[in-house]
């Protein structure tokens, strides 16, 4: 075991400060990863303040990591020491059921070991994320991150980087698809980026007037306030796909009737209450209303490639341990430019 610095939450209403876990020694298929730098997922704070009704604690949130391989396990021919490497959402699953073995890890029939507010495998040992200078994972759970991207831009693509293109390359976007981005915050800002480089014409839905100069640099050709009055109705029946990334209650009905026929939309934001649902936004149509979650490992390495290929890493305000309630904070007024990210360094002074 090795202790390491981290930065935890002790409960719902507490602010995150500094802590110490244990790490486990590797076994022969682990990898250890120095932990460079950490996005802030607005998933770390559903589950910090147990707004998902399933936390445990202390827990050390985190996955989106990006580090370098310092140590293998001696079965582990992939990766060696100072290799550039990313982990997402899971650290293990049972890699032999129906999900596991069609590369969708993170539906594993035994339960996958989410990085953090989970355990591992044995169902004992909780899991801690990626807020801590050091995480020990399984050799297939640990992604490649192309040399080319810079590390703090890359590590918001292991979570909001798959859990957008996952539901844009399963749409085979292509050119001059209409695609709308609702809420333009991590995720949405990422998939604006994968959408508009898959050739796709992006309209940014947003509730931030402020935001309208970012969603065109980003790739954005056009942008509505949806608080804007008539703004539904000059969007009627405009998109093939909808990614609907948006935290917080809203009504579904009124983005499902921006679809043309056949149209889909994709839920990825996952709001604390259950959303009302009009029959008539789906049947007057033949819409789809979809949910999807994150994305297997193998998809992650192809969203990883993919964004090597095409230079695409998150817009980032790196900041140190410190900050982390603080960046909280300004993610629930939508006041983030695109991800916040983790300087791991700073938990080591
Ligand atoms: P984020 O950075 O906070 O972005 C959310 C955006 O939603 C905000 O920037 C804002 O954009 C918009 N928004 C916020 N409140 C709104 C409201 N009341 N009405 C309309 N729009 C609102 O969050 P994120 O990290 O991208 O995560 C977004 C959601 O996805 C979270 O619920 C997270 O837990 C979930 N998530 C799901 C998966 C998955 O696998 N499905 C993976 C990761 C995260 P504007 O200012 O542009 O309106
Ligand atoms: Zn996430």
């Known amino acids: 075991m090795t202790k390491v610095p981290a930065y935890a939450t002790r409960g719902p209403t507490e602010p995150l400060s500094p802590f110490t876990i244990e790490r486990r020694d590797p076994r022969p298929d682990d990898v250890v990863i120095d932990v460079l730098y950490c996005g802030i ?27 370098r391989v310092v140590e293998v396990g001696r079965d582990v021919t992939r990766l060696r020491p100072g290799d550039k490497v990313g982990v997402g959402c899971f650290v293990d699953s049972c890699l032999e059921c129906g999900p596991c073995k069609r590369d969708l890890e993170q539906f594993c029939e035994e339960g996958a070991a989410f990085t953090y507010n989970g355990t591992e495998m044995d169902r004992k040992t909780p899991t801690f994320g990626g807020y801590s200078t050091r995480i020990v994972v399984r050799d297939h759970f640990v992604l490649r991150v192309p040399e080319s991207l810079d590390p703090a831009g890359a590590a918001p693509l292991l979570c909001a980087g798959i859990t957008t293109f996952s539901p844009l390359s399963a749409a085979k976007t292509k050119r001059g698809d209409r695609v709308a981005v609702v809420g333009l915050g991590g995720l949405g800002h990422m998939a604006v980026k994968i959408a508009s480089s898959m050739g796709a014409e992006v309209t940014v839905l947003s509730t931030s007037r402020a935001k309208e100069a970012d969603a065109r640099r980003l790739g954005a050709t056009a942008f509505e306030l949806t608080r804007e009055e008539g703004a539904f109705q000059r969007l009627a029946g405009r998109f093939d796909l909808v990614i609907d990334s948006v935290s917080a209650p809203h009504d579904y009905n009124a983005y499902l009737r921006t679809l043309r026929p056949l149209g889909t939309m994709v839920l990825l934001g996952i709001p604390p209450a259950p959303i009302p649902l009009d029959a008539t936004a789906l049947i007057l149509g033949n819409r789809r209303l ?36 603080a960046a909280y904070e300004r993610v629930l007024r939508g006041d983030v430019r695109y991800r916040f990210v983790v300087d791991v360094s700073s938990l080591a002074k």
């Not at 589950?47 to 949130?61: F, H």
């Not at 994305?295 to 900041?319: P, R």
Request: hydrophobic share 35%; proline share 5%; with cysteine.
């Open 41 to 67: 997922c607005h998933s770390d704070i559903h589950q910090a303040r147990d707004e998902w009704n399933n936390s445990s604690y202390p827990m050390v949130p985190g996955h989106e990591i990006v580090g």
């Open 290 to 325: 979809v949910g999807s979650n994150i994305g297997g490992v193998a998809e992650t390495q192809a969203m990883l490639d993919y964004c090597g290929e095409h230079g695409i890493v998150s817009d980032v305000e790196v900041i140190p341990a410190q900050e982390i309630n």
